[in-house]
């Protein structure tokens, strides 16, 4: 996304060059260069990244009685062995989710992991079939797992979820999922009157440098696709074209 702004920026500048208009050629041509620097040395990534990740914590202060914890899917890919396998950014999330289970049931309070993710990938296996095994190796009891396999997306994530929520009338549903995409899966599950707690898993920086670093630009990619999924939601609000928001119940 960012490369593809760069490579705007300076065929527009080329085409004012072809169109004898050096002046602002020469400004298109200086700032597609200004922001191949801005972003890949890392003062916008770093800007973009930290405004999206603030404020979820780590942990759980305190339990519910009924708690399930919402592990949201990250991908899956197929190893060199041909096993389907949990993508890069999915072990944190994994990890964190199998720590907060733990947590939970050392109250001795009822815990339950729903583990929400379909066959995005198209290999014959859903990340809730994969995440669930990785989740019964780290001492999640397989009883106490829930596995959601028909999302594509965060939005079926949510709206794929409430059901089961439902069905289990816990007292406390804690979204677990990466620090970037938090903001927006708790828009997608507040739209469906679903009280979340956010507890982040990974939390991406920027590494500073006098020259582009291709981390830094994959970083700000990253952001910017969080950024944009918010501003579709709220587009697609005000067009009609999500479902209906879900009331909330009365307190």
């Known amino acids: 996304m960012t490369l593809t702004l760069a490579l705007i920026l300076l065929l527009i ?9 050096r002046r602002t050629a020469v400004t298109f041509f200086i700032l597609s260069l200004g922001w191949v620097f801005a972003v890949g040395c890392g003062p916008v990534a770093d800007g973009l990244l930290t405004d999206l990740q603030r404020g979820f914590p780590q942990e759980i202060t305190q339990w519910g009685q009924h708690n399930v914890i919402v592990l949201l899917g990250a991908g899956t890919q197929r190893g060199d062995q041909g096993t389907v396998e949990p993508g890069l950014m999915a072990n944190a999330r994994i990890l964190r989710a199998a720590e907060l289970y733990h947590a939970c049931k ?12 379909g066959d995005a990938a198209g290999l014959k296996q859903s990340e809730a079939a994969v995440y669930s095994r990785t989740l019964i190796a780290l001492g999640v009891t397989d009883t106490d797992l829930l596995a959601e396999s028909r999302s594509m997306n965060t ?4 709206e794929f979820t409430k059901p089961l ?7 406390k549903v804690v979204l677990v999922s990466s620090a970037t ?3 927006r899966a708790t828009l997608y599950f507040a739209h469906f009157a679903i009280n979340v707690e956010p507890v982040r898993a ?18 700000a990619d990253v ?10 939601y709220r587009f697609y609000n005000v067009m009609g074209w999500n479902p209906p928001a879900t009331p909330r119940a009365a307190s």
């Open 223 to 232: 952001a910017l696709h969080e950024y944009v999924g918010i501003a579709r």
């Open 181 to 183: 995409h938090l903001r």
């Open 155 to 158: 939005f079926q994530n949510a």
């Open 13 to 21: 500048g080329l085409a004012c060059l072809w169109a004898h208009r």
């Open 202 to 219: 990974d939390y991406l920086g920027i590494r500073y440098d006098w020259l582009p670093q291709p981390f830094n630009m994959a970083m």
């Open 106 to 117: 050392a109250t001795g309070a009822v815990c339950r992991l729903e583990v929400s993710g």
């Open 165 to 171: 929520l439902a069905a289990l009338q816990a007292d």
